[in-house]
DNA sequence: AGGTAGTGTTCGTCAAGTCGAACGACTAGC
DNA sequence: GCTAGTCGTTCGACTTGACGAACACTACCT
């Protein structure tokens, strides 16, 4: 492949004004959310991450991505040669990609991200939070230009994660303990109806009507009603 | 850059069998869901699409690539010659890219993605679904052991989405209408407590307590509650 | 002790990605 | 008509990504 990276600079200063205009893709804009504010206050969680691309210079790319793939790597518990051949490269190609050394192609790290169980994303792209409780009426709520709509912002988006979304109805009796899902993991839930407590097993939190809890899914957490039907909202993001 | 592609099998025959296994990881598998299936239906949407990554051929994947970077450049109204200039590359490898001519860099990727202000991951992976409603007590529940516990899967993940989480609270009168957001944005609603006219602005649906809709948001599209203090749950997601 | 298997790193070679230049086609202005 | 500019494609040259082989190291077995 070829000689300096685009965008390096090293050439003749072609580098494009717009490459910093790049992928400052953040979440949407207030003129793209479906309200804008009114008369709210700011929103949007501070520990919002930047999303790959535009910010970093291809150097950063680089280091960024042989993190990733070393990362992957032990996690799945793969050796060098072993992930090597299951991506079909050589031995040698992995080695200088996790020393940072080097320019990928992209079907190379297409290869890589299939063998490791990963979306070609996630080694491109970084992650990761903790948890939060914002109780009904609380938060940065923003309302449109009709009064009648109000709109209250509990999480904002990570880039390259998976999220499914469910809705809970239970009585009380036992309570669900689940134990640790995939690294990664993490559970938002909204209550809608009753009373419940829930959160990592260590330090659950009682939540009411309206309430929201963010915590990470990948240690042992629990749900248990503490109402006849209650009712929630579960938004599990995992990546 | 080298040879043939890796995992295209033009080598000899190094393409692991695990690439064929690779990111299959559409969503948590039943052991690590938040629940177990005990006397439930099986879970998941039919229309889960695959996560990025093994389940394209190389050569598939260069055509995507090569259509998307079209795709961008035309949404962006930018001449090959003027997106290359923005890149800081050669008009000519831009060419044999659009072309699927070709194996680019990681870097190579990065400097498009950054011209054309989107993130370079999304060159390489798509996306894209449609309007679904799942009505309360309808869709593919599951139960825990305990009798107490029931879970609903309403949306499955997909990757290299961000989203952001909503309490809404609605009062009626004039309905609040939007303007099409990001392209490629898909909005989740599921109804609390209330009643509320909800979707597509050409063809909206009436929710009830525990109901689901997800649409396009790069449409016009419309929320209008029908009884007072309605209170919804949104999830915005966007690419 | 020796041998085998596995690990990750380094090296030299080769082909392809990327480069700049040339080219033909097209458009706009004089 | 002509000129200038832009467009996208093709070409030959150059650099580096990716390759296989060799190497040093470790662990295990006889």
Chains 1, 2 share one sequence.
Not at 1 to 29: C, D, T, V
Not at 118 to 141: C, K, T, Y
Not at 221 to 232: G, K, M, R, V, Y
Request: hydrophobic share 35%.
């Amino acid at each position: 492949m070829a000689k300096s990276s685009p965008g390096e600079g090293g050439r003749s200063g072609n580098r494009g004004p717009a490459s910093g205009s790049g992928a400052r893709n953040r979440g949407l804009s207030h003129a793209e959310r479906p309200f804008s504010v009114a008369r709210g206050e700011s929103a949007g969680p501070s520990s919002v991450p930047a999303p790959g691309g535009g910010e970093r210079s291809p150097s950063e790319l680089i280091a960024l991505i042989a993190a990733s793939i070393r990362r992957e790597r032990d996690r799945a518990g793969l050796s060098l040669t072993e992930l090597a051949r299951r991506a079909g490269i050589a031995k040698s190609t992995l080695s200088q990609l996790e020393s940072a050394a080097g320019n990928p192609s992209v079907e190379t790290l297409w290869a890589l991200g299939a063998a490791l169980g990963v979306p070609f994303s996630q080694l491109v792209d970084p992650p990761r939070p903790n948890v939060r409780v914002i109780r009904a009426g609380e938060g940065p709520v923003t309302y449109s230009e009709q009064a009648n709509y109000a709109a209250t912002l509990l999480a904002s988006g990570q880039a390259n994660s998976r999220r499914d979304i469910y809705r809970l109805e239970v009585q009380p009796g036992e309570p669900r303990i689940s134990q640790p899902h995939m690294a990664g993991t993490v559970e938002h839930v909204v209550l809608g109806t009753g009373r419940a407590l829930v959160g990592p097993l260590t330090e659950p939190v009682e939540l009411n009507p309206g309430d929201y809890i963010a915590y990470p899914g990948d240690a042992p957490h629990i749900f248990e009603a503490l109402q006849p039907d209650t009712i929630a909202i579960i938004v599990m993001e995992h990546i």
